[in-house]
């Protein structure tokens, strides 16, 4: 008979897959299992997610957990995504849709809050938050008083990974990393709520706050529970688990993000209105960072190289890095800088394709320029701290022709293409570790890449 292993379980929600997992002491996956789940229209026609289907999936999903004869369950945690209400009754039904940040935010009610609560400048500099309409979940509190009597239910309003903890544990919370992140509900100044929020009677929907490592004690269970974590902030915390002197991961996807958990200095109008904004770390530590839409530049501008020049949409995946080209483009094509670094588009679509000798040498100039942006992004948060090393996880860290321009255009700092597997969800799991983990915390969660600048690139 084999031996029960002890485990935590992690339900890690995002957009389009919702994934449960057990980890064991050493962190390694020992089961997993992914769904995905058709959006519905709330009662605008707007797509939002099912909260019926994700709350039965939650619900069942720890009960078969539970089941499992080979594992015992230590410990559970949530991780979901970000800007996202559940809104439930005193007895934890839930009152309104889950309504998406991508939801349309009506005109004249933002008019209204700016005008009451002292101009745009002002709230985003004191929350850390860019104008950034239902993306700021404050703001959705702030209208749904208005269009649906929020404030008339008795009950509370839990972000996301605070209403899956609900679910199992019955017990209503608020944690810092979801109140934290561009919410426009902090005051990062006075690190409390911003005035607005008493004064519009929205603090009587939130629960009160619970600390990101610590956990909650059930009554005649054998686990015990986190309350869950913005999806953004856990995936950091390998990182800081990790490594201790001054880092910026940049995390890359659809949008490249740079985070430097050692850089509390407050945000400046200039660094608002060039995308910066702050996170919270799980324990309440200010994250400044900065936003560049370079994955959803390099999707677009591929597909432009591809029609040009007659290859499948992939084909940049067998382009490989070349000094060489990389010394031409230089010599002989215009690499003015920006005047102005703008996180949406780069420069490269001002270029002609038809200038370029070949495919390679075009999206070779496409990489250049996007990590030309992409420095101008990460020194808005750079700057002022000691940071000597640079993590590059996402999609770009496979990039080699962007991590060897990446090194170069850093060389006083050391740069690597790093992952975890999983990040999110280990994160959650590391957050509460002490509390059901007698082991240390492996050294080799996260898997790095050197890569070295100057004469010596990696090719």
Known sequence: MSAVIPVIAVFDVGKTNKKVFLFNEGYRIVYEHTDKFPEIQDEDGDSCEDLALLTQWCINSFKQLTALKNFSIRAVNFSAYGASFVHIDEEGNPVLPLYSYLKPYPAEIKKTFFADYGGEQTVSMVTASPVLDNLNSGLQLYRLKSEKNLLAFKGYSLHLPQYLSYLITRRVFSDITSIGCHTMLWDFTKNRYHDWVAKENIDTRL??????????????ESFVAGAGLHDSSAALIPYLSGFH?????ISTGTWCISLNPFNEAPLTVQELEQDCLCFMTFKGKPVKASRLFAGH???AQVKLLAEHFGKETNYFEKVYYSRETRKHLQENYNQDKQQLFSPGPSVFKHRELKFFRNYEEAYHQLIMD???????STQLVMEGTAVKRLFVDGGFGKNVIYMNLLALSFPDVEVYAASVAQATAIGAALAIHRHWNSQDIPADLIDLKYYASGQSETV
Request: aromatic share 6%; glycine share 10%; hydrophobic share 40%.
């Open 207 to 220: 629960a009160p706050l619970f600390s990101g490592d610590e956990i909650i004690q059930l009554p005649g």
């Open 297 to 299: 530049e390099h999707e």
């Open 370 to 376: 996007i990590v030309g942006q992409q420095v101008s």
């Open 245 to 249: 002197q001054p880092f910026i991961l």
